[in-house]
């Protein structure tokens, strides 16, 4: 068999390994309709895909004149977890190709997401993924900077002593490619055409070295590419 040739596949969460964008933003959309602000859960996901909401507090305050409090965004994350448990699912053969990933590696994974760890935690456990990133889930929340910048996937790649520049990064928006490319990784995008992703072109355009629109592609994907010793 050919050496796999990345030490370590860091993932995303929201988009990569769980379809919980549409539900996410249509709790958002509908808390933001409250306060004055209405648009449609489909507008929410092009707006604030990709992005934690407690950093746009100030795009939500010009659009609605409320000053964005702790207490709105516990409530808005109440909201929106209860709306998880009873819908939330993977993305279609991401669970599949996560496990084949993770025996290659010998567990050499992490879940590296701008998310709440609570929020992919419940999510992991829910699509029943937990096991294979417990005690490997980084949250941006937890970082000096949130994604576009790398600090979430430098802290996975250090707690897993393996050298970003060794490390292969799932994404599916381009802020996220972006941390991952910052992070001296090499990105892979996954695209499927839908609301939420990203689409090809923009992820490339920020250095995805290659796009894909099947998780069922991924364990051969990684595994042909031909990465040079760094």
Not at 67 to 73: F, G, N, V
Request: glycine letters at 10%; charged letters at 20%; a negative charge.
């Amino acid at each position: 068999m050919t050496p796999f040739p990345f030490s370590a596949v860091l993932f995303d969460c929201d988009g990569v390994l769980v379809d919980s964008e549409p539900i996410t933003n249509r709790v958002l959309a509908e808390m933001l309709g409250e306060l004055g602000w209405h648009i449609t859960t489909e507008e929410s996901m092009n707006t604030f895909t990709g992005k934690a909401v407690k950093d746009e507090a100030a795009l939500i305050e010009s659009k609605t004149g409320f000053a964005i409090t702790a207490e709105w965004l516990k409530t808005f994350r109440a909201r929106r977890n209860e709306a998880l448990e009873r819908t939330l699912k993977a993305i279609p053969n991401a669970p599949a190709a996560i496990r084949d990933i993770h025996a290659r590696l010998k567990g050499r994974i992490a879940c590296a997401s701008g998310a709440d760890r609570h929020k992919v935690e419940l999510q992991l456990a829910k699509v029943g993924l937990l096991d294979c990133f417990e005690g490997r889930i980084f949250s941006g929340h937890e970082m000096p900077r949130s994604k576009p910048h790398p600090d979430v996937y430098l802290a996975a790649a250090e707690a897993l002593g393996v050298d970003p520049r060794r490390c292969a990064i799932v994404e599916d928006t381009v802020t996220g490619a972006m941390a991952g490319v910052a992070a001296g990784a090499t990105v892979f995008g996954y695209s499927t055409g839908e609301s939420g992703h990203s689409g090809p072109g923009p992820l490339l355009s920020v250095g995805a070295v290659k796009v894909f629109s099947d998780m069922a592609e991924l364990p051969a994907l990684l595994s042909g590419y031909g990465l040079q010793a760094a």
